[in-house]
């Protein structure tokens, strides 16, 4: 199986890579269009701020590479949050893949970002077969993707979040599945199979 990391100057992706490779699978990081577009799946993992990795997509065309693809698309974390329409992130413009916005967690009584574990409930996708409700998964944000029609999961902190969407071709989580132990191995190899 050819699996394709994007690259775009945000950070986490090695442990991407390390996830896979504990499956067994072997990946390339890249943003060349044609490796991206070739491959059976693609993962677009990150951690860091919006705006920037923008910039660094659309300098490189890599923002109509990824709306283009046709395989299997897989978002985690800062990747989930690009796919949406906008970020309150620096007021960023986003690819728009998913039909969501991306908002900041507010609270008074809450620790801004999210950072550690909680479950994860309302499973309902392909990507959750085999993995049990209320399952606990590891995040590190402080923005989030507001829940609709195409949350396959969910997570609160303070309010309703989407901590996984579906759309189409793409999927995309919030959490970070690679740092998730079994279950987020589980989700990960779940990809690999659709």
């Known amino acids: ?36 577009q070739t491959a059976d799946k693609v993962i ?23 709306n283009s693809l046709k395989q299997p698309v897989l978002g985690i974390c800062l990747g989930m949050q690009l796919l949406c329409e906008f970020s309150e992130e620096n007021q960023t413009k986003c690819l728009g893949t998913l039909p969501y916005k991306v908002r900041k967690f507010e609270s008074d009584n ?18 959750f077969e085999g993995v049990a409700e209320n399952s606990f998964v590891y995040f590190v944000h402080g923005f989030y993707v507001e829940t609709g029609a195409e949350t396959v999961a969910a997570c609160d902190y303070g309010l309703n979040f989407s901590a996984a969407v ?26 690999l199979k659709i």
């Open 110 to 127: 809450l620790k801004i970002p999210q950072i550690g574990w909680n479950n994860i409930f309302g499973l309902k996708s392909k990507l």
């Open 1 to 36: 199986m050819n699996v394709a990391i994007v690259k775009y100057n945000a950070g986490n992706v090695e442990s991407v890579k390390n996830a896979l490779n504990r499956l067994g699978v072997e990946s390339v990081l890249t943003d060349e269009a044609k490796i991206l």
């Open 44 to 66: 677009f993992p990150g951690v860091g701020e919006a705006s920037s990795a923008m910039n660094y997509l659309r300098k490189r065309n890599l923002d109509i590479t990824i």
């Open 166 to 191: 579906r759309h189409e071709n793409f999927y995309a989580v919030q959490f970070h599945a690679e740092k998730s132990g079994a279950v987020g191995a589980k989700i990960l190899e779940n990809f």
